[in-house]
């Protein structure tokens, strides 16, 4: 069988934590993700008096509508709706105008507005969140392609979970993150198979990460077949080619 050749030791990760001790370490690594271009953001405004604070929730795609939709159609128009960064990191909010934002976190921008709306409003409450969070997971798991996301933190292995989880070929001791951050692009590769991988930066994803699950030797050597080896090239290669376009269409 094809899978015979692939050791037990290759398909099993986190080998570096004993199984016969509990281990507590605290939670590292982890910062709230910043506000980048291209993102789009939900934010809306009450107060003691919400008809004060209407005019700072002024839709312009459904004039305030959206509830009379059914669910999918109201997920659909709250994108539209959303609050797009423009390349110059600013947001256009009503009445307050034109608001610098990247380079924030959510928590800062919400306090940001919240002083902003003060002169206008009585104990103004502000909620903003993504809408368009997601990560690209790619390479040996069971379903590739973009995950969206909706809690804004999310982690390298629930990524690959909501990917179907890694195939028996995926190389758990080479994973490749790609990450944009502040103009820069970065590329690390991760160890599944070392307990320390909770401890690394790129344990929490951000917006716009792109996972590559590398395949072992074994995915290769065990086709014989040169036509079923063709196609397990041509299957990397793909691979390949996807990582390209989810970096250049972001």
């Known amino acids: 069988?094809?899978?015979s050749c692939v050791s037990h030791e290759e398909l099993v990760s986190f080998q570096s934590l004993r199984a016969d001790s509990l281990q507590q370490t605290t939670i590292e690594g982890y910062t709230n993700p910043e506000i980048q271009p291209e993102d789009l953001l939900r934010i809306t405004v009450n107060s003691i008096n919400p008809e004060a604070a209407a005019p700072f929730n002024?839709?312009?795609?459904?004039?305030?509508?959206?509830?009379?939709?059914?669910g999918q159609n109201a997920q659909q128009l709250e994108?539209?709706?959303?609050?797009?960064?423009?390349?110059?990191?600013?947001?256009?909010?009503?009445?307050?105008?034109?608001?610098?934002?990247?380079?924030?976190?959510l928590e800062e921008v919400k306090g940001k507005l919240t002083e902003m709306l003060d002169p206008y409003l009585k104990t103004p409450v502000v909620n903003i969140r993504y809408l368009n969070l997601k990560v690209t997971v790619l390479g040996e798991v069971l379903q590739p392609g973009t995950v969206q996301i909706t809690?804004?933190?999310?982690?390298l292995l629930e990524a690959i979970g909501r990917a179907g989880d890694l195939t028996q070929y995926a190389n758990r001791a080479n994973v490749l993150v790609i990450r944009e951050e502040r103009g820069l692009r970065t590329y690390t590769r991760l160890n599944l198979q070392r307990g320390d991988i909770f401890e690394s930066p790129y344990y929490y994803l951000q917006q716009n990460d792109v996972i590559y699950?590398?395949?072992l030797p074994a995915r290769v050597a065990t086709v014989s077949d040169p036509a079923q080896r063709f196609v397990s090239y041509g299957t990397a290669a793909l691979s390949l080619v996807s990582i390209i376009i989810a970096i250049a269409t972001r």
């Open 213 to 215: 699950v590398e395949p």
């Open 58 to 70: 002024i839709d312009p795609v459904d004039g305030g509508q959206r509830q009379s939709g059914n």
């Open 151 to 155: 809690n804004k933190r999310v982690t």
């Open 79 to 105: 994108l539209f709706s959303g609050y797009l960064v423009d390349v110059n990191g600013n947001i256009e909010f009503p009445i307050l105008g034109t608001i610098s934002v990247a380079g924030m976190t």
């Open 1 to 3: 069988m094809a899978s």
